[in-house]
């Protein structure tokens, strides 16, 4: 597997926080990328909001690739911005300011996935600006729930048979 994935904060503290209501999802993905080796891109930008409410010690740091927001990184996102048009009624600027630059980030970079528990912004706007064509990677959102096709870059999931005997599936 050689895709990458940019972790976003809501999905980070969701990793370390066992009383956030997707964090089985969260584990299940961060083990099912650090035993497949994903490799797990850390932004800076990532880091300054995770920052906030604990420190970055928290999380297992070795495990990620260091991710820093530069120039290149900035054009992307005014682009990006201005392609996405006029924000939504009700999201806020910074949010969203910030929802962009890593998904511009992670577009520039050429990671395929970003992994997310925030459906409100990032997915939607990330979705939005895929849909259009605008860009290639993909939000996945934990209220899904876990699912390792999720990361397939060709977008095949996995197929579940709810009313098939087990061995008719083999």
Known sequence: MSASVLLDTSFLITLVNAKRPHHTV???YYRHMFQNNVTMCFSAIVASEFGIG?????L???NFRPLNFNIPH????ALVWNLLGTRDT?????VVRDDVKLIAQASHEAIAFILTEDESTLYK???RLRSAGHIQT???KLVDGFDANALNED????IIFPDAPTEAMT
């Open 138 to 140: 993909r939000a996945i």
């Open 60 to 62: 297992p740091l070795g």
């Open 74 to 77: 900035g054009q992307k996102a």
């Open 125 to 127: 706007y990330c979705e």
């Open 54 to 58: 604990q420190p970055v010690t928290d």
């Open 90 to 94: 009700g999201d806020s600027r910074p």
């Open 155 to 158: 977008g095949q999931t996995g």
């Open 26 to 28: 969260a584990v299940q």
